[in-house]
């Protein structure tokens, strides 16, 4: 009667007490063969404020002689109000049998097991046998804990998250009561808890390695994790990488970094960071294509918010009024006001073929100024006056020239952040195949400027380009694997750094660029 079930709520406890008493005689015996018995048991359902076993809706009572089932029955929860059931089993061979009996979250007796129990009983021809009282116990083997982040510094928190399993192999999750755990960690001082119920928040006040414990009451098993607490945070990171093919994003403090952090979160189908830019807060927002776009305030992956768009998500922007722009699968370039989705607005053109980077003219917190997208499949910059889509104006077309790109293939391998816009509105391209980064000025392709990407560090196809906020302001790129910056389009003090690979400092497939 077990079926896996894949999330965790409240769990069964112990002690059900399933019937009363034991009898060989006084009852009428069921009608059919003379030399037939019958069992009778009544359950006595747990009022719900006793949590015994809490949110429990079956229990399948199974009647075996020896490995031979000779009849079972699920009883639902009955209405409220109700506190017994009588389950009653005709027409059984005289002799020892065993009687099982196991509670379960759904009405139907499927999900995993929550309590179970077992006893012997002998059933007399011709009579009704009434079981003895029968004890359920926890089915709960193992508690879990796991951590959010880990190790994390003083003064920021981690979420812990309490599973309890079974015996089974493989385990199986358990529904757990909140009021049944309790959190402990091995120093109060250190780290402080702010329990609720399956779940804890860690917030750590004193470096060193500390244990959180989460104990089950019912079942009497625990389970704990250690936290590694740093004493500093490492530097505040301005450049963010999307290393798609290592589910993760790399944050830089400098090229070449001091202190390079990785957010890589686990999730239940995997991390896919396609696009990550900063908020005007410096916090710190990423598309996790196709499943969600999320908001954390660091790497450290603090105080997480999840934006769940009508349609997956791939390139981000933000314009200097804080609204967040995306490009959906539907090749809809969307803005919202803010990480509830309010204030949705979206357009399209006819004349797309792969939009694949979204930049808005920032001007003025006030300002609504055009936007620039890069259709990576046509070879064209499209500007837009404002998000109705109006005023259309492109330049380029397929070439290695001045105001020509070759962007084909950009697409399986990034372009969501493959066009960038300086403090005086320049465009800046990464050109895929023509190996060059190139600057115009305006729509118009003026003053066309190249820098051709050098040999010598793996692939020279550009995939991101983005400034940063120095003056003058340093241009980086990224190739495939490797991050670079330089003081101007001559190459000035050109900087690069990483390698392929999936240690510190190499990259795979870096899809993603952006500066704070």
Known sequence: MKHKTAWIAAMAAVALTAVAGCSNGGATAP??????????????????TRLIPVDSQSITVVVAAGAQILQSQTVPRPATGTNTTTVTFPSISPGSVTVTASSYPNADGSGVAQATGALSATIVANKT????????????????????INPLAVGKTSTLVATATDGENPPEVVLVSPATVKWTADSASAITLAPSGLTAIATANTAGSHAVTASESESGKSGSVVLTIT??????????????????????DAIPPAHPQ????????????????????????????????????????????????????????????????????????NRIDDFTGANPVKFTDADFNAPSCIVPDVGSATSSGPIYV??????????????????????GSTGSGASQFDLQGFGANGGE????????????????NNSRIVRFDDITGKNWTVFAVPAGNGSTKPVSVALDHASPQHILFTTANTVYRMDDMTG?????????????????????????
């Not at 059919?32 to 719900?48: C, E, K, Q, V, Y």
């Not at 952040?417 to 895929?432: C, I, K, N, P, T």
């Open 417 to 432: 952040h493959g066009m960038a816009m300086d403090s005086q509105h320049r465009l800046y391209v990464a050109d895929f």
């Open 262 to 333: 990785v957010y890589s979160p686990t999730t239940t189908q995997g991390f896919s960071p396609q696009s990550a830019i900063f908020d005007l807060q410096g916090r710190i927002i990423i598309a996790d294509y196709p499943y969600r776009v999320l908001r954390v305030d660091d790497l450290t992956g603090a105080n997480l918010v999840e934006f769940h768009p009508p349609s997956a998500a791939s390139t981000l922007a933000i314009d200097g009024a804080g609204r967040i722009y995306y490009r959906d699968d539907n090749f809809y370039i």
């Open 31 to 48: 009608t059919g063969s003379r030399s037939a018995g019958a069992l009778s048991m009544t359950i006595h359902w747990p009022n719900r």
């Open 374 to 395: 890069l259709d990576t499949v046509k070879n064209e910059v499209f500007r837009f006056r404002d998000m109705t889509g109006a005023g259309v104006v492109t330049l």
């Open 231 to 252: 004493a500093t945070p490492p530097a505040t990171a301005s450049i963010l990488i999307c290393d798609v093919m290592n589910s993760q994003v790399i944050g830089l």
């Open 492 to 516: 000035t003090n050109l900087v690069k750094y990483g390698t392929a690979g999936t240690g510190a400092g190499h990259f795979n497939s870096t899809v993603g660029l952006a500066v704070k």
């Open 129 to 148: 046998t009434t079981t003895p009282a029968l004890t359920m116990s926890s089915t709960i083997q193992h508690i879990n804990v796991t951590a959010s």
